[in-house]
């Protein structure tokens, strides 16, 4: 069955300090996808970033970052010098490849709530 | 850009009422999707629907109805509103039907069951 798990429910953070959100899944497929959502106060959900089973290769945009390990099935999150406006709940999330019916639905993991403090 | 547009960003019912939540999508997605979210629990599926008129339940169904009779607009209804129905609801549509794809949400719909 699949599983996403992040450990952190609540981290708190002056400005300027680097954080690392931890997500940690399960899967017995072989091509899948995992994802970041951020939720800010307003509630609505925006993607963040998208990466498939067969890359491996880290991603950086901008303050954002993040580490793929299979290894260790893990997909971490890290925001250098942080900002109010990073205050949110983010998510990691979890998609097998299927094609139709409830293949493919995204399993979320229970969110991280980031309060970044002046 | 994909909107998502829920009816009702706040909601105040009372037990025993039906309420209906109404999502709109206008990028003619597919797949659309009905969360719940709960502090503590994350998103949890509701409802699903791949196409008009087809609908899936999701990991926690009972209590909830759906309908989906245009291909744009996806309903959650709650026949009769129980005080433990009071939540966050998220609608979200996608593209396609690969699991691939981004999820395009809503802004959501806080319900509070009296």
């Known amino acids: 069955a699949q599983k996403v798990t992040q450990a952190q429910t609540e981290i708190s953070v002056v400005e300027k300090e680097d954080v690392t959100l931890d997500c940690v899944y399960e899967t017995r497929d072989t091509t899948y996808y995992l994802f970041w959502y951020k939720q800010p106060p307003s509630g609505e959900l925006v993607f963040l970033i998208r990466?498939?089973?067969?890359?491996?290769q880290n991603e950086i945009s901008g303050r954002y970052s993040w580490n793929f390990q299979k290894s260790t099935s893990s997909f971490n999150f890290t925001i250098t010098a942080s900002q109010v406006v990073d205050s949110a709940v983010y998510f990691c999330a979890l998609s097998e490849a299927g094609y139709g019916g409830s293949q493919g639905n995204l399993i979320f993991g229970k969110g991280t709530k980031l309060s970044v403090k002046p | 850009d994909v909107k998502v547009t829920q009816s009702s960003r706040y909601l105040v019912k009372r037990t025993g009422e039906k309420v209906f939540l109404e999502c709109v999508q206008d990028m003619d997605h597919e797949n659309m999707f009905w969360y719940r979210q709960d502090p503590g629990l994350g998103l949890r599926l509701i409802y699903f629907s791949y196409d008009v008129k087809m609908k899936e339940k999701g990991d926690i169904p009972e209590g909830y109805s759906v309908s989906r009779e245009k291909k744009e607009r996806f309903s959650l209804i709650l026949e009769s509103a129980s005080t433990n129905q009071t939540s966050m609801y998220l609608c979200?549509?996608?593209?396609?039907?690969?699991?691939?794809?981004?999820?395009?949400f809503g802004a959501g719909s806080r319900l509070t069951v009296l």
């Open positions: 990466r498939n089973s067969f890359d491996e």
């Open positions: 979200a549509s996608r593209g396609g039907y690969s699991g691939a794809n981004v999820l395009t």
